[in-house]
């Protein structure tokens, strides 16, 4: 007898079925395949990224499992609706699911609250005999013992690193746009061996995207000890590259920059955030020091390590002039790539609470609340001048002329020791990253939909 079929279905579009954005990202996002790991083995299982295709709706699969995050909730609603409606039973979970449970109830079958580790088995039973509840709650920061690996095998060939996986949850620091302090919970280390094995669970890939992988931690080097002692066990796996997001006071450490040579990591994602000291006080980012980025930079150039910065514009310290100078700071302090974002007030966050207080949004639609759209009155500058700065710096940034420019400073800069075949196999891995990276960049900046509303 054939079992029942769930297909997880991992959300991304935000603007309706005439506005739909396939990113040109080089890893997928960690839930979908997380989730597939913990499924039960009495039912089949599929997985889809929307990120890289459309949904379905005539799959044959009985039950659908969405997972999403903030700015995707009205349209996980529509899809909801639409599957219901055709007599499947949908389950809900996520970050947004977990934060706010009360404004997903009425729209699914069922939703899960919290980390789905604890839970999700006995949601899947559940659904399975007939007997699913309305709300699953997990409890607060479970333990991260012997979580099974995620299901590589599922996730589509478009992704090029689909070797995902995360040593740590939580951050140490308490910026105030982010939305791990909505709910906050305690920095957590899962067991070294459990990593490795998720690292290793790589059998049923093409050999090539068995070699490169991606920690997607919120800090990795949250603890430094424990990060140390995974680099050491990773560096045996003998990668052809690691990539890894840690914040940049982790870059002082000079044995920790030494081992994440030593695992091969090729990319470090890092939230720069602004190059204007008032703003990062602003959102209490303290950990970051402006006068500090090129010399942290340069030192991870020279040990072949690209980066992978976020950027962040609307911030309440923001000026014109700040503005005016960014795509010069940029070139001075020369970051590898960099994901340019307006700032979001997340609902719950102590940014949003801020802005609400003070009577500065002007915008509600949850759905536009993903980077691209300005939704709030920013302090000291206009609309225009976001979004202006915001094209003027992703135009001159992602230029073929920038990009090639980039990279050859990259590898003119990378050290010249060790064998020489090692390193030249190492500049094309280096090489392959960064374009994709910037071809990533390139393709979301050109075509996400930015709108100029406010005053």
Sequence with gaps: M??????IIVLFQNLGDEKTYFARSPAPPLAGALVAGLTPPIVDVDLLHEMVRPIDYNTDADFIGLSFMDYCAPHAFEVADKFRK???????GGKYPSTFPEEVIPHMDSVVVGEAEPVWAQVVEDMVNGKLKKVYEAPLAPSLDNIPPPRYDLIESDFAVPVV??????CKYKCSFCQLTVKPTPYR??????VIRDLTATSKLPFHKRKMAMLLDNNLGGDMGYAKELLKEIAKLKLWGLGAQFSFDCLHDDEYIDLLVEARCGMAFIGLESLNEPSLSSVHKRQNKVEEYKELFEKLKKRGILTFTGLMLALDEDTPSYYESLPERLDDIDPSSILTSISIPIPGTPFHKEVESEGRIFDKDLSHYEGDHLVFTPKRVSSEDV??????????FYSWKSIVKRWWRFISTMST??????????????????FRLSIFQRDHAQKKVYTITGS
């Design 2 to 7: 054939n079992k029942p079929k769930l297909q």
């Design 86 to 92: 055709l007599g499947k039973t949908v389950v809900a």
């Design 165 to 170: 996986t995360e040593a740590t949850r939580g």
């Design 189 to 194: 280390c899962r067991p070294i061996e459990d």
């Design 387 to 396: 979004f202006k700065a915001y094209r003027r710096i992703n135009k001159y």
């Design 417 to 434: 020791k060790g064998n020489i075949l090692k390193r030249i196999f190492r500049s094309l891995i280096i090489s392959s990253v960064f």
